[in-house]
C-alpha cells in the first residue's frame, strides 16, 4: 500500500510560480500513474493533472494546460507539479492520488490520497 504526502504549498501573488511535491513511501511507486487534484472552499474536487507510471504520458485541465506541468523522479518516489503563471482562482488544496485506470479525470478512479497542500493566490 502506498502512502502520499503533498508538500510545497503557500501564498503566492498572482502571476507567481510554486512547485508542489507528492511524495510516496513504498518500493512500488513507480509501478503507479499518479494523479493532481485541487478543492477550493465550496466547491468539487476538480482533476488537475496525471502522470503515467513511467513519466512517458501526461494529461491536463484545460483551465491550468500551458501553466503547470506534472513530472516525477521514481528514484525519488516524488511526482511534482510545477504551477507557473497563478492564477486567484488556481486558490485550491492542492492533493495527489493513485489511478486505479488510465485517462480517467474523476476522483472516484483514485486512491490512496495524501492529505493536501493549500495554495493561495492573492490578486
Known amino acids: 500500500q502506498v502512502q502520499l504526502v503533498e508538500s510545497g504549498g503557500g501564498l503566492v501573488q498572482a502571476g507567481g510560480s510554486l512547485r508542489l511535491s507528492c511524495a510516496a513511501s513504498?518500493?512500488?511507486?513507480?509501478?503507479?500513474?499518479i494523479g493532481w487534484f485541487r478543492q477550493a472552499p465550496g466547491k468539487e474536487r476538480e482533476f488537475v493533472a496525471a502522470?503515467?507510471?513511467?513519466?512517458?504520458?501526461?494529461y491536463y485541465a484545460d483551465s491550468v494546460n500551458g501553466r503547470f506541468t506534472i513530472s516525477r523522479d521514481n528514484g525519488k518516489n516524488t511526482v511534482y507539479l510545477q504551477m507557473n503563471s497563478l492564477k486567484f482562482e488556481d486558490t485550491a488544496v492542492y492533493s495527489c492520488?493513485?489511478?486505479?485506470?488510465?485517462?480517467?479525470?474523476?476522483?472516484?478512479?483514485?486512491?490512496?490520497w495524501g492529505q493536501g497542500t493549500q495554495v493561495i493566490v492573492s490578486s
Open positions: 492520488a493513485v489511478a486505479n485506470n488510465w485517462g480517467q479525470r474523476k476522483p472516484e478512479w483514485y486512491g490512496a
Open positions: 502522470i503515467s507510471w513511467n513519466g512517458g504520458n501526461t
Open positions: 513504498g518500493r512500488t511507486f513507480s509501478h503507479y500513474d
